[in-house]
Structures are given as C-alpha cells and as structure tokens.
C-alpha cells in the first residue's frame, strides 16, 4: 500500500514517519530529495543558479540555502518559479523510490513525505493520505520554539502553506500530534495496526 504523509509546518509530521518507519514501513522524504536534487552537478542545480544568480552558491558550488530562502520567501513570484524547477524534480525521483520499495515489498506500507502533497496537487497519486495535525495556534509555538523565529515570521511561514484545518478535512486518516509523544505514538501503533490488516 502506497499512501501520502503530510501535515503543517512544525506539526511532527517527521516524528509520524520515523514512529511508522520503525514499525517497518518505508519511507521517501521529499525534503530528502530535494536536497538530493539541488546537488552539485544535478540539472535542477543549474536551473536554479541560472535563475538566482550565483548569489545563491557557496564557494564550493553547494547551494546556498540561506540566501535561497531569503530571496524567495519574500516575494511569491520567485517562490513559485523556484517550485517550477524543483518540484518536478523531486516528484520524478520520489515516485522512482517509491516503486522500488512497493515492487520489493508488494504487502508492506510505502510512505510517501510530502509537506506540500495538497499545495502541489498530489493526493490522487496516493492511495490514501495521512494527515499529521496539530491546532494553528500550536504550530505557530512550535515554529518559534524551533527556529528561534519570532512570532510574526511565524505566523507568515504558516500561513504560506494550505490551512491545517483543510487539510484535516480532507485526510483519509489523521494522527492528532497536539499531545504527548506517547500519546502520539499509541495512535500511529494503532493506524499502522488497521493499515497492515488493510494491505495483506
């Protein structure tokens, strides 16, 4: 069973993969991939600097991701041309890891780590989708919490991204992460449970 994890930014959506991950699914992370992509040498790389400038390198001919982000999540037209480049990219190699593992395991439970699956128009790829959720006002804390942001870039960075709220409307299950680490993880044994009955 091939199924999509996504959630908010700061709601514990890595902390959902790796509690199902050590359940013995399998995981492919888009955050993972996109810095696979933008790697010296990758074709995504060279779109990007030709668009940025070599601003956007360190001297080592690494992507600068600091000076990236600074750039582009100022002003959403450059955001969205830098999405044009990358995601493409990364959905193509995702979908070739993600095939890998399914063909390797036809019964096990392959995850696909998407943070930005609905923004990007992939659910229908998937054969469900797991929403990690957590209240805005949490995620908000959490962000600051977590990258010494104060609260005004917070609540922007969230807000960049669909409204968790929808994104729980729309889920096929939700593991609600506003709670306790344990009190999480009895709610992932307890969907990884239903999932592997599902797939076998």
Do not use: C
Request: no cysteine; glycine share 8%.
């Amino acid at each position: 069973m091939i199924i999509g994890l996504t959630g908010g930014i700061a709601s514990g959506k890595s902390t959902v993969g790796r509690m199902l991950v050590a359940l013995g699914a399998r995981l492919v992370d888009a955050d993972a991939v996109a810095r696979e992509i933008v790697r010296p040498g990758e074709p995504a790389l060279e779109a990007i600097a030709s668009l940025f400038g070599q601003a956007v390198l360190q001297p080592d001919g690494t992507l600068d991701r600091t000076a990236l982000g600074n750039i582009v999540f100022k002003d959403p037209d450059l955001l969205a041309k830098l999405e044009a480049i990358t995601h493409p990219a990364v959905r193509k190699r995702m979908w070739e890891q993600i095939h890998t593992y399914a063909e390797a395991e036809p019964e096990g439970l392959v995850i696909g780590d998407v943070p930005l699956l609905y923004e990007t128009k992939q659910a229908d790829l998937y054969e469900g989708i797991l929403v990690v959720y957590v209240p805005p006002e949490l995620q908000v804390k959490r962000l600051m919490d977590r990258n010494g942001m104060n609260e005004e870039e917070a609540r922007r960075r969230v807000s960049l991204q669909m409204d968790i709220e929808e994104k729980r409307k729309r889920a096929d299950w939700i593991i609600d992460n506003s709670g306790t680490t344990e009190e999480t993880q009895e709610q992932v044994v307890a969907l990884w449970n239903r999932l592997v009955r599902t797939s076998r």
